[in-house]
């Protein structure tokens, strides 16, 4: 049997296959596609199953455990995704069934989990929280994934829409902001953060980046408080750039005698694809048993 821990984004699959058992994980070579999610419904299952195939090209007893964005009904598979504009092709259809059909695999193999989720339990069981027990994640990228880990339960925590300042708080810590803010301060068009790091005037860098921090604190220090967090791990592809911006962080929240450890993912994409596969491993073990 093998297993393979699947990442579906806006714009993107990632894959590979893992192997988990006793606290000892292993991973093996990612597989990227970027995508055009808002092509057919026929063409992204296509797209889906062929990076499925590349990873396991022999192997007809595959596990499936795939970590999607939402609004989506996670356990019978059915994407609820309808004006986010992605997989506009997809909505109120059972994706699980027209995978399982494509690989020609049961569809109980096939287990569908919060991308939020998934990358707070990899970070849990196997990078920079293990050992803690209230916990936190934060994805920042194109848009801001959360979710909460008490114990070991782990929910989506669905923050991007929280009200904040003038509008919501992806308005203010997602790519987007980043694209407003280089127009509005010096005039410069950007597509996002990656071409703001080419900048070679480290000044402007640092400039937008210290807005981050304090925006990043403001926004987090109320949860972290309320959920008494004894750990937060931030990812997504702005975390990269973290030199910039976690210093201010961590400063803003000493003010308040916050006492939350502040991490940066050390396995970026892997943590995903690990949390992807552990609760589909749960259920195939209590299936079997």
Known sequence: ????????????????????????????????????????????????????????????????????????????????????????????????????????????????VNDAEAFLLGEKYAGELKGFDKIMGITLGTGLGSAIGIENVVKDAKLWSSPFKDGIAEDYLGNAWFVKEAQRRFGTQVSGVRDILSW?????????????????????????????????????????????????????LKKFDCQTEIKISKLGEKAALIGAILPCLSQFNNEEN
């Not at 070679?200 to 959920?227: H, K, M, V, W």
């Open 1 to 112: 049997m093998k297993t393979i821990g699947l990442d579906i984004g806006g714009s993107h699959i990632s894959g590979a296959e893992l192997i988990i058992s006793d606290r000892d994980f292993q991973v093996g070579p990612i597989t990227e596609k970027v995508m055009d999610t808002s092509r057919t419904k026929e063409d992204l299952i296509l797209d889906w199953a062929s990076l499925v195939r590349s990873i396991n090209s022999s192997d007809s007893d595959i596990r499936l455990g795939i970590a999607m964005p939402g609004p989506f009904d996670y356990e019978n598979g059915i994407s609820l995704i309808k004006e986010q504009g992605k997989m506009k092709s997809l909505y109120g259809l059972s994706i699980k069934l027209m995978l399982a059909e494509e690989l020609e695999i049961p569809i109980r193999n096939i287990h569908f």
């Open 200 to 252: 070679t005037d480290q000044s402007r860098i640092q400039n937008i980046f210290t807005d981050l921090a304090n925006t990043l604190s403001e926004f987090l220090l109320p949860y972290l408080i309320r959920i008494q967090a004894e750990g937060l791990v931030l990812g997504g592809k702005i975390s990269l750039a973290h030199e910039y911006f976690l210093p201010r962080l961590l400063e803003n």
